[in-house]
């Protein structure tokens, strides 16, 4: 998957034999394979190119390329040699072409498609019933929902009964919108039961549309190792059959609806189990937790509700990732927070359950550790330090008590520590060492009381910062301005005060999206200093136009904000979804202008302070704005008309301030209704 194709090679002077990705039978070199996978091919894949003139050629993998929405070719069919074809996430679009039947001597066929560009047309069946020397079939993003022929179960039928040697069937994800016949009797006997799918080895049924209950007196699949059937809508309970095979090793039965209890496994080869989002019931099958080459297991938001002892998992000596949560799992005796977890492990999810006590330390190989949304109540043991490989630590929505142990700061691999919603008290002791990686630090909603600990100084990785909702008493900490990589300050109702004063420094918060210094105690002017410093609220990057969210490839960071009048929380924060609220505080003097020039915000809310004189027309060129409120000030004068250009505008108050005059054009938007 790695390997890039050498242009340099492909030179009409040199024998293309000897070409990157270019093989020849060596008697008569005659081209036989070309693989080109993940060259970095860029433009069209022209019909009238070479490679479809190549009659020779046994196997051609075009995968991972950008053929910029070329439709596959229909000469295609006349390389009939072909045994190998993967055309798997190379930008192709259209309808496959019917001349992909004739290639009847395929031994595997693999066609991935990126965004469902890809459909599937009525020679589907002819395709099955030519390629009876199918030994693996992948589809995945193909649309095949309306073009299943009349005769498609007789086709299917001819796969069935004449590939042998079929070991793998993917269908993944291929838009199923009404299970056809022979797909409906899929698990049945009549289908399964012939001795030809003794072979079969992998089956690929996820994301599909399939329903109902699957049939518990299936046999037939003893070769199968791999059988993935999430994100359908299967109901009923897991049939014994599946527990049953004997050489099991990977199964997904995720997203979907099967209830009840598990029954015990057969195989002795288990090694990755994801039964997440079901309804499945406890207890936890006793062959699962047996499973020496067990490297992850998912029973994740289903209604377990055993006591959990974590010997229970001693034996699972090779567990990787080990996914427990949003259940019903409690521990009843203290000694369990004495975690006897394997060595192994590197993640840890428990969130969302309902475990008591003290913070259970895992074993020193942890990295990603969840622990949040339980009832955990007493101090953080400072033996949490010890984890020399802790990466995350998501502590939130307990109710640990007592101080930030101090040794946080010290850790040289952290880079999310999430502890908000605690009781958490105390000053801020963490002294971070220079050169931590900490991303985000998240405190919100504790009674933490002092100042902003100064050694934040050294989190030049710090990303999101989140002190709000505590009792930190302290004036704005406009160093944290000379980090470089922060995007989110949150220091809203906390005891700070003072004015925010011009720094000489230039440059500051130059990532700065979200700024949320609401319910203090600031005062004199609004800092339009700040305001000159937003670099990253000044454009809209259009190359950050498709969906990002801060923390997507660490952690999944929250906020709460204030938006069109409600208080809401973000569970994903969208890199473009830019803030200021300076709300609730005793900011005196003008709206800055330069406001204006922050031209990527979404939401601006400055109410609750003593503001003067007249709403600026610059902001006019805030054209990304959607919620503006400046009420409760002393503003006057006429709403600007300009702002009725802006098409995102869905919130503006202006109520309880002094006179104000209707502009002429009455304005698109929600207008406050205290406003008359």
């Given amino acids: 998957m790695s390997r890039y194709l050498s242009k340099d090679t492909w030179n009409a002077s040199v024998d293309c034999c000897l070409w990157d990705g270019v093989h020849c039978d060596e008697t008569r070199s005659q081209v036989i394979e ?26 051609l993998d075009l995968s991972i390329n950008d053929f910029s929405d070329s439709h596959i070719s229909p000469n295609i069919g006349r390389l009939s040699s072909l045994t190998y074809l993967d055309l798997s996430y190379s930008m192709f679009t259209g309808q496959i072409p019917s001349e992909i039947s004739h290639l009847s001597k395929l031994h595997s066929l693999r066609i991935y498609s990126d965004l469902s560009g890809l459909t599937l047309g009525p020679h589907f069946g002819q395709l099955l019933k030519n390629s009876t020397q199918l030994r693996e079939l992948e589809f995945a993003n193909v649309a095949i929902s309306s073009t299943i022929p009349p005769n498609f179960s007789s086709y299917i039928t001819t796969l069935w009964n004449s590939s042998a040697s079929l070991k793998v069937l993917s269908l993944y994800a291929v838009n199923f919108t009404k299970v056809p016949e022979p797909m409906s009797n899929f698990f049945g006997p009549i289908r399964l039961l012939n001795k030809n799918w003794t072979q079969l080895e992998q089956l690929q049924l ?75 019931q406890s207890p936890i099958p006793n062959s699962l937790l047996n499973q020496e080459n067990l490297i992850f297991l998912s029973i994740s938001s289903n209604n377990f509700s055993d006591n959990l002892n974590f010997s229970m998992f001693s034996n699972l000596s090779g567990l990787g990732t080990l996914n427990l949560s949003y259940n019903s799992f409690s521990w009843t005796n203290e000694n369990q927070a004495k975690s006897n977890l394997l060595e192994s492990l590197h993640d840890l999810d428990l969130r969302s359950n309902l475990l008591q006590g003290s913070l259970p330390i895992p ?11 339980n009832r955990l109540s007493k101090h953080i043991p400072s033996a949490i330090c010890n984890l020399e490989f802790l990466t995350i630590l998501d502590l939130a929505s ?233 009420s409760f000030n002393k503003l006057s004068g006429e709403i600007p008309r300009q702002l009725t250009s802006l098409t995102f505008l869905g919130f503006l108050s202006v109520s309880q301030s002094s006179r104000w005059m209707h502009p002429r054009r009455k304005p698109i938007w929600y207008i406050s209704k205290q406003f008359i």
């Fill in 363 to 373: 074993p020193s190989s942890v990295e990603n550790y969840f622990i949040s949304h």
């Fill in 398 to 630: 307990n109710s640990v008590k007592g101080a930030i142990p101090p040794c946080f700061g010290n850790m040289s691999t952290i880079e999310v520590l999430d502890l908000r919603h605690n009781n958490l008290s105390g000053t801020i002791q963490t002294n971070f060492s220079v050169g931590n990686p900490l991303r985000s630090f998240n405190l919100r909603g504790n009674k933490l009381e002092g100042k902003i600990p100064r050694t934040l100084i050294n989190c030049k990785r710090l990303e999101v910062l989140d002190l709000g909702n505590n009792e930190l008493n302290d004036t704005f900490p406009m160093w944290l301005g000379t980090l470089p990589n922060v995007m989110v300050l949150s220091l809203r109702s906390n005891k700070l005060h003072g004015p925010i004063k011009t720094s000489k420094t230039k440059g500051l918060f130059p990532q700065l999206r979200m700024i949320d210094i609401s319910s203090n105690g600031f005062y004199e002017d609004l800092p339009t200093y700040l305001f000159e410093n937003f670099q990253a609220m000044k454009k809209v990057d259009e190359n950050m136009k498709t969906p990002r969210y801060i923390g997507d490839y660490y952690y999944k960071d929250s906020i709460t904000i204030s938006s069109k009048g409600l208080s809401m929380e973000l569970v994903r924060i969208f890199i473009l979804y830019t803030i200021i609220d300076l709300s609730s505080n005793r900011f005196e003097g003008s709206i800055p202008s330069v406001i204006g020039g922050l031209t990527s915000l979404v939401v601006v809310n400055i109410s609750h302070n003593s503001l003067e004189g007249h709403i600026p027309t610059s902001l006019e060129s805030l054209s990304e704005l959607q919620s503006l409120d400046l």
């Fill in 34 to 59: 070309i693989d080109l996978k993940c060259s970095q091919l860029q433009g069209k894949l022209s019909s009238n190119s070479s490679i479809f003139q190549l009659y020779t050629l046994k196997r």
């Fill in 206 to 280: 996820s994301s599909n549309f399939l329903t109902g209950s699957i049939p518990s007196n299936v046999s037939g699949f003893q070769s199968l190792w791999s059988l993935m059937l999430s994100s359908n809508n299967w109901t009923g309970t897991i049939p014994s059959w599946i527990t049953s095979l004997p050489s099991l090793k990977y199964l997904d039965l995720s997203n979907n609806n099967f209830n009840g209890q598990i029954e015990e496994f057969k195989s002795k080869e288990l090694s990755w189990i994801n039964l997440g989002n079901n309804h499945l």
